[in-house]
């Protein structure tokens, strides 16, 4: 723990570490998962409403 943190309260130290043990266990999930065959290139469909792959309507 540095030394910035050492000044804050007890409940922010706290805080500050769940927050990094959240990340570092986000991390090491994504690294876990296999890699999708066959997925399409580019951003998530369903996020940003693109329906459409090489002017082709798809839905799933």
Known sequence: MSDDRKDLPLAAQRALAE??????????????LPKELGGRDGPDPARFG????????IDF
């Open 50 to 57: 693109d329906w459409e792959k090489k002017g082709i309507a």
């Open 19 to 32: 927050a990094e043990e959240r990340r570092r266990k986000a991390e090491a999930d994504a690294k876990a």
